[in-house]
């Protein structure tokens, strides 16, 4: 039995909600979550809602964006030039392109 959890409006949390993946589906949930800063349960739920996705910066958000920057660049140097991007690899920059804009916009609001 699982324990009951209040969500943030006073909600039971009580239900379980399971579904399948492919790894390729579940390494790019993986990053998504990790550059959102949420759980991976708060980032599902805000997304299915159709809400905002707001990340606010901290350790480990920074320490996700490097990694992904880091294996971004290491991909970007193994291909050739004239070769096609892989479709992961740039839904993995537009991602973090996201990110990296809302915390500018974060970070100009302070």
Do not use: C
């Not at 490097?66 to 993995?92: P, Y």
């Amino acid at each position: 039995m699982s324990l009951k959890v209040y969500d943030g409006q006073g909600r039971w949390r009580n239900k379980t909600v399971a579904f399948r993946i492919s790894p390729e589906e579940d390494e790019q949930l993986e990053k998504a979550v990790a550059l959102s800063g949420l759980t991976k349960q708060d980032y599902i739920i805000r997304r299915l809602q159709d809400r905002e996705i707001v990340v606010v910066g901290n350790p480990r958000v920074y320490k996700a964006l490097r990694n992904q920057l880091a294996a971004v660049l290491e991909e970007l140097q193994r291909i050739e030039s004239g070769a096609q991007l892989d479709r992961d690899l740039m839904d993995t920059i537009l991602l973090i392109t996201a990110t990296m804009g809302g915390l500018k916009e974060e970070q100009h609001e302070r």
